[in-house]
């Protein structure tokens, strides 16, 4: 075990302290790593803001399958109190491959 004086304690081989309430920053960079392993949000256009553990997501995603799965993988994150979902899911104009009716 680590150090309880210096502020580390069991989980100094994380190389950061842990307090029982990830900071800011420690909350943003967990959820864009979740972000970037998830199959539904790893190819999308998502900003992540973080202030006070509440997380601001915002930009453009394809599906709203992207959109809730961003939503959960915030929510899923340690140490998060909040989640503003600002994504907008694109609008992909109607085409003629589309299905027909008869």
């Not at 842990?18 to 420690?26: A, F, I, L």
């Not at 599906?63 to 993988?73: E, P, Q």
């Not at 915030?74 to 109190?81: D, E, H």
Request: proline share 5%.
């Amino acid at each position: 075990m680590g150090k309880l004086s210096s502020g580390f304690d069991e989980y100094s081989w994380l190389a950061a302290s842990w307090t029982g309430q990830p900071s800011d920053h420690e909350i943003r960079a967990l959820l864009v790593d979740r972000l970037r392993e998830d199959p539904f949000t790893r190819k999308e256009d998502i900003r992540v803001e973080v202030l006070d553990a509440v997380v601001t997501l915002s930009g453009e995603v394809s599906s709203a399958i992207a959109r809730r799965a961003a939503d959960d993988d915030a929510w899923a994150t340690p140490g998060v109190a909040d989640v503003n979902n600002h994504l907008r899911t694109r609008l992909r104009p109607a085409g003629h491959d589309g299905p027909r009716a008869a």
